[in-house]
């Protein structure tokens, strides 16, 4: 039950305080935490009444009361507290959306992820689990979040604030004793993701991918996506929970609506820099390695890729059509435009001179534009900081490696390639921020697109724009680009 100490069980009848605690699990009978407070039978007696009462004889919704348990659990590390109200919290409404939001501690979720109230609980149980004194404004705004939920159901609710309070209180006691007594003998165990999330390592030659399956069901369908330079699979992170969520189909019984696959390109993240030159034809045939190797069936749904991952996701469209069914490119071109290889080669100065966190605000104020949600004083700047930490984490060999494909790569007209006639075999969308390069990048798709068109007519390849968005759409309008993309999706 625990490397620490050993588990007390008395057989029924033998302690009646054990049997109470039997009485108040019902089938599950004595858990690991239940026998280890055993050894101390009045705390267990005192645990037993204190912890049935928060549970069974409160008046907070259930999902509320579910939802801070949980953060408690993800703040701390607390795997056993976490399974153990999974389920429960799926019980009382929570679904698979809310919660990755919840177990998710290094970003705020989308605003449509949680209600007004669920926002608030969790800020609250935030606030009090890691710094325990909860801001005047935190407790205000759940303050005033439960009172509809006072006056509906006749309650003070001060009552219902205290507890809420209680709840996350005696909650990160519970956390504390399991973790501290390793129960159960998960101390070690990282919190669970409410799909099943794995972290792999893919062999390119000698050196690696790093790639993280998030699956859902074995059934489910997959998709891949393919991150700009500079950054690493973690850019997906305010995406991931909206297109995790469950349809509503009673015949579609899983926890997602799809798989996803997720990987760092070479030279970011956890992934390795080759010695040799990249290029978009070497990272198309990385995504197809990924494809190969970790999708069950060799076959996805479709591959997503933004900036050099969208121009990599294109040349995977003509070299590997047989692997998917569709693919989505995301502000990127063809070919590489006039004046960015001086471009990329002053950057990569600026970062030897400078440092890459002199790139990373240079690269945030292009990508972001002030007046995109991300761009400095937006709603999402909290956004862009993120960003900015994954450009720093780069290192310049790896910024170098990756420049080096967007310098010199031409997806027309290179044979091995040859987009025009080659791409098209799979159903294909074009996606261009507005505000991206002024403009101008969601001018140049629309003109690919119709240039495409004009060449292989059946091709049918399709061109949105996001409003309001810069570089990365899915990062500063990501409800708005899901939307886009999931209507793609369902017509593929």
């Known amino acids: 039950m625990s490397r620490l100490i050993p588990g007390r069980a008395p057989p029924p009848g033998e302690s009646p305080i054990a049997d109470r605690i039997r009485e108040r699990r019902g089938a599950r009978g004595l858990t690991p935490l239940d026998q280890a407070l055993l050894h101390v039978p009045p705390v267990a ?117 205290v507890e809420a309070a209680a709840a996350v209180s005696i909650y990160n006691m519970v956390s504390r004793f399991l973790v501290s007594l390793d129960v159960a003998g998960m101390s070690d165990n990282s919190v669970p993701w409410p799909v099943d999330r794995k972290e792999h390592t893919v062999a390119i030659g000698s050196e690696h991918l790093h790639a993280v399956t998030l699956v859902t069901h074995p059934e489910a369908p997959w998709l891949v996506f393919a991150n700009s330079l500079l950054t690493d699979e973690t850019m997906w992170d305010w995406l991931v929970p909206l297109i995790l969520a469950p349809t509503t189909s009673t015949t579609w019984p899983f926890k997602g609506t799809y798989n996803l696959l997720l990987h760092a390109q070479r030279g970011h993240g956890r992934s390795s820099t080759p010695a040799e030159p990249c290029t978009m034809q070497i990272l198309a045939h990385d995504i197809a390695l990924l494809i190969s190797t970790l999708v069950p069936g060799q076959k996805v749904r479709s591959v997503i890729g933004v900036s050099q991952g969208g121009a990599a996701t294109l040349a995977f469209s003509a070299l590997h059509p047989s692997l998917t069914e569709s693919v989505v490119a995301c502000d990127t071109g063809p070919r590489t435009a006039p004046g960015n290889v001086e471009a990329w080669q002053s950057r990569i100065a600026l970062a030897k001179a400078d440092g890459m966190p002199a790139l990373a605000t240079a690269t945030a104020d292009r990508w972001f534009p002030a007046p995109s949600k991300c761009g400095t004083g937006g709603v999402h700047y909290g956004r862009t900081n993120a960003i900015k930490r994954m450009i720093e984490a780069t290192t310049i060999p790896g910024f170098e490696h990756g420049a080096g494909a967007l310098m010199s790569y031409d997806l027309v007209q290179e044979p091995s390639v040859d987009l025009l006639n080659n791409g098209g ?45 810069g570089h990365l759409p899915m990062v500063d309008e990501t409800e708005q680009f899901v939307d886009v993309l999931q209507k793609f999706l369902n017509a593929v």
């Open 45 to 161: 007696e005192g645990w037993n009444s204190l912890l049935g009462a928060i549970r069974t004889k409160g008046r907070l919704p259930g999902d509320v009361r579910e939802l801070m348990i949980l953060r408690v659990a993800a703040r701390n590390k607390a795997a056993f507290e976490w399974i153990h109200h999974e389920h429960v919290g799926r019980s009382e409404g929570l679904n698979t959306t809310q919660l990755w939001a919840i177990r998710d501690t290094t970003s705020l979720p989308p605003a449509s992820v949680l209600s007004p109230l669920q926002a608030a609980a969790l800020a609250f149980a935030d606030s009090s689990t890691v710094s325990v004194r909860v801001p005047d404004e935190v407790t205000a705004e759940l303050k005033e979040q439960l009172k509809p939920v006072a006056s509906r159901d006749a309650l003070d609710v001060d009552d219902l604030l």
């Open 425 to 469: 075999k799979v159903k294909t969308l074009l996606v261009a921020g507005e505000l991206d390069g002024g403009g101008k990048v969601g001018a140049g798709m629309r003109a690919l697109r119709d240039k495409w068109n004009e060449t292989a007519p059946i091709s049918k390849i399709e061109f949105v724009e996001i409003a309001g968005a």
